[in-house]
C-alpha cells in the first residue's frame, strides 16, 4: 500500500505532480480563460461585494491560509486576514455579515476549526471550506466549498495536503480577481497557463532528491535549524521548520527574512544551519543581503535557488535547484526540497516519520 516506498510520508511526497494535477483538473481552462469552481458557484456576487476575508486553520493549513493572504490580497485587492482557530475562537472576534470566512483543514475534523467557523456562522458570516476528507465535518457545515482532491494522506506530517490547499487558494486569488475585475483578461489566462504547468515542474522539483540526501547527512546531527524567506515564501519557511521539527525533533523556526536582524540573528554560529527560499523573484536581493548576514556571522547556509542561479551559488554553502517560475508559484516549488529535507533528516535519525510521536492526525479535541 505504500506503492513501493519505505514509508507514506515519502509516497505522499511523490505523489505531489499527481495531487495537484486531481485538484485542478475540471477546474481550470486556460485556452478559454476560465476558472471553475462548482462548489463556490452561487457565491459570486457575494464575492464580488465582500469586504473583508478571514481564513481560520490550525498548523499546516494555517500555513497555507497564509499563503492564501498574500495572493488573494496581490491579485484580488480584498484584506485577507489570517487567523489561528484556536485563538479566533476565544477572543470574540468582530465578524459581520458581510464577512467571507474560509475553513481550511485537511482532515475536516479539527475541533479548534470547527468551532470558529460555527462562531462565525453564528454571526452571520458566509462560510467556505477547503477541505481534503470528502463528507468530513467541516464540509457538512460550511455554506460551500472546494475539496483539494489529494487522495487519502496517510502520514501524518501534511505534504500532498498542502500544496493541494494552495493550489486552490491560488485558482481562488484568481477567480475572486477576475469576478472583482482587478486582473486583467490577458493576465488572467497568463497565469492560468503558468498555474497549468505546475504539476510538470513539481515532477522536476522533485529531481532535487540525491542532492537534498547529501545535505541531510551533514545537518542530520544538528540541534536547530532556521527557516527563512520573504513574501508568499515566507509561510513556506514556516512550513519548512513545523516539518522538521514535527518529524526529526530537531528545533526549528521559520521566519520572514528581514525579521531575522530582530532576534534569531543571536543565534547564529557554525552549529545553525540556515535554510534560505532565494528563488529569482522581485525580493531576490534582498534575501541575497540576508545570507551575507549569516555567512559573515559563521552560520551554514543551504539555499533553495532557482534553476541556473549563479549569485545565491556563490555565497551558500549547498544549494537546491528549483524550476524557474512566477512569484506566485513559488511556494508549490519551494515546499518540496524541504519536504524532502526533513524526511531524510528524520529517517537518518531513526524516527518514525508517519507517526511521529505525541501527534495524531487529526485533532478532534481542542
Ligand atoms: C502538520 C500537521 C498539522 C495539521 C493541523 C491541522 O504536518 O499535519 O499541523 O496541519 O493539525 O489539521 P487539519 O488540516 O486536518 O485541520
Given at each position: 500500500?505504500?506503492?513501493?516506498?519505505?514509508?507514506?510520508?515519502?509516497?505522499?511526497?511523490?505523489?505531489?505532480?499527481?495531487?495537484?494535477?486531481?485538484?485542478?483538473?475540471?477546474?481550470?481552462?486556460?485556452?478559454?480563460?476560465?476558472?471553475?469552481?462548482?462548489?463556490?458557484?452561487?457565491?459570486?456576487?457575494?464575492?464580488?461585494?465582500?469586504?473583508?476575508?478571514?481564513?481560520?486553520?490550525?498548523?499546516?493549513?494555517?500555513?497555507?491560509?497564509?499563503?492564501?493572504?498574500?495572493?488573494?490580497?496581490?491579485?484580488?485587492?480584498?484584506?485577507?486576514?489570517?487567523?489561528?482557530?484556536?485563538?479566533?475562537?476565544?477572543?470574540?472576534?468582530?465578524?459581520?455579515?458581510?464577512?467571507?470566512?474560509?475553513?481550511?483543514?485537511?482532515?475536516?475534523?479539527?475541533?479548534?476549526?470547527?468551532?470558529?467557523?460555527?462562531?462565525?456562522?453564528?454571526?452571520?458570516?458566509?462560510?467556505?471550506?477547503?477541505?481534503?476528507?470528502?463528507?468530513?465535518?467541516?464540509?457538512?457545515?460550511?455554506?460551500?466549498?472546494?475539496?483539494?482532491?489529494a487522495g487519502p494522506e496517510i502520514g501524518v506530517a501534511s505534504t500532498k495536503a498542502f500544496t493541494a490547499q494552495v493550489s486552490v487558494l491560488t485558482l481562488m486569488a484568481f477567480y475572486i480577481?477576475?469576478?472583482?475585475?482587478?486582473?486583467?483578461?490577458?493576465?488572467?489566462?497568463?497565469?492560468?497557463?503558468?498555474?497549468?504547468?505546475?504539476?510538470?515542474?513539481?515532477?522536476?522539483?522533485?529531481?532535487?532528491?540525491?542532492?537534498?540526501?547529501?545535505?541531510?547527512?551533514?545537518?542530520?546531527?544538528?540541534?536547530?535549524?532556521?527557516?527563512?524567506?520573504?513574501?508568499?515564501?515566507?509561510?513556506?519557511?514556516?512550513?519548512?521548520?513545523?516539518?522538521?521539527?514535527?518529524?526529526?525533533?530537531?528545533?526549528?523556526?521559520?521566519?520572514?527574512?528581514?525579521?531575522?536582524?530582530?532576534?534569531?540573528?543571536?543565534?547564529?554560529?557554525?552549529?545553525?544551519?540556515?535554510?534560505?527560499i532565494a528563488t529569482k523573484n522581485s525580493q531576490y536581493e534582498k534575501v541575497i543581503s540576508n545570507i551575507q548576514e549569516v555567512k559573515a556571522r559563521g552560520g551554514h547556509v543551504i539555499a533553495?535557488?532557482?534553476?541556473?542561479?549563479?549569485?545565491?551559488?556563490?555565497?551558500?554553502d549547498y544549494t537546491i535547484e528549483i524550476p524557474l517560475t512566477g512569484e506566485t508559484f513559488v511556494p508549490l516549488l519551494a515546499t518540496i526540497p524541504l519536504q524532502l529535507l526533513s524526511y531524510?533528516?528524520?529517517?537518518?535519525?531513526?524516527?518514525?516519520?508517519?507517526?511521529?510521536?505525541?501527534?495524531?492526525?487529526?485533532?478532534?479535541?481542542?
Amino acid at each position: 500500500e505504500k506503492g513501493g516506498y519505505d514509508h507514506f510520508m515519502l509516497k505522499e511526497i511523490y505523489e505531489q505532480p499527481r495531487s495537484i494535477r486531481d485538484c485542478l483538473r475540471g477546474r481550470i481552462y486556460p485556452e478559454q480563460g476560465v476558472v471553475q469552481l462548482g462548489g463556490i458557484k452561487e457565491y459570486v456576487e457575494k464575492i464580488k461585494n465582500v469586504d473583508r476575508i478571514i481564513i481560520v486553520a490550525c498548523g499546516t493549513s494555517w500555513h497555507a491560509g497564509l499563503v492564501g493572504e498574500y495572493l488573494i490580497e496581490e491579485y484580488a485587492r480584498v484584506p485577507v486576514e489570517v487567523e489561528y482557530a484556536s485563538e479566533f475562537r476565544y477572543r470574540n472576534p468582530i465578524i459581520t455579515s458581510k464577512d467571507l470566512v474560509i475553513a481550511i483543514s485537511q482532515s475536516g475534523e479539527t475541533a479548534d476549526t470547527m468551532a470558529a467557523i460555527e462562531l462565525a456562522k453564528e454571526k452571520g458570516a458566509t462560510i467556505f471550506g477547503i477541505c481534503n476528507v470528502v463528507g468530513a465535518s467541516i464540509p457538512r457545515i460550511t455554506h460551500a466549498g472546494v475539496y483539494t482532491h489529494a487522495g487519502p494522506e496517510i502520514g501524518v506530517a501534511s505534504t500532498k495536503a498542502f500544496t493541494a490547499q494552495v493550489s486552490v487558494l491560488t485558482l481562488m486569488a484568481f477567480y475572486i480577481a477576475q469576478q472583482r475585475g482587478t486582473i486583467t483578461q490577458s493576465k488572467f489566462v497568463e497565469y492560468l497557463t503558468e498555474l497549468d504547468e505546475i504539476p510538470q515542474l513539481v515532477e522536476k522539483a522533485l529531481l532535487c532528491n540525491e542532492e537534498v540526501i547529501k545535505i541531510a547527512e551533514r545537518f542530520k546531527d544538528s540541534a536547530n535549524c532556521l527557516f527563512l524567506g520573504r513574501g508568499s515564501s515566507f509561510p513556506v519557511a514556516l512550513e519548512g521548520a513545523l516539518k522538521l521539527k514535527e518529524i526529526s525533533y530537531i528545533h526549528a523556526e521559520g521566519y520572514p527574512a528581514a525579521e531575522m536582524k530582530h532576534g534569531p540573528i543571536a543565534l547564529i554560529d557554525a552549529d545553525m544551519p540556515v535554510v534560505f527560499i532565494a528563488t529569482k523573484n522581485s525580493q531576490y536581493e534582498k534575501v541575497i543581503s540576508n545570507i551575507q548576514e549569516v555567512k559573515a556571522r559563521g552560520g551554514h547556509v543551504i539555499a533553495i535557488v532557482s534553476e541556473g542561479d549563479t549569485d545565491v551559488k556563490a555565497m551558500a554553502d549547498y544549494t537546491i535547484e528549483i524550476p524557474l517560475t512566477g512569484e506566485t508559484f513559488v511556494p508549490l516549488l519551494a515546499t518540496i526540497p524541504l519536504q524532502l529535507l526533513s524526511y531524510h533528516i528524520a529517517v537518518m535519525r531513526g524516527c518514525n516519520v508517519d507517526q511521529p510521536r505525541n501527534l495524531a492526525k487529526s485533532v478532534t479535541v481542542e
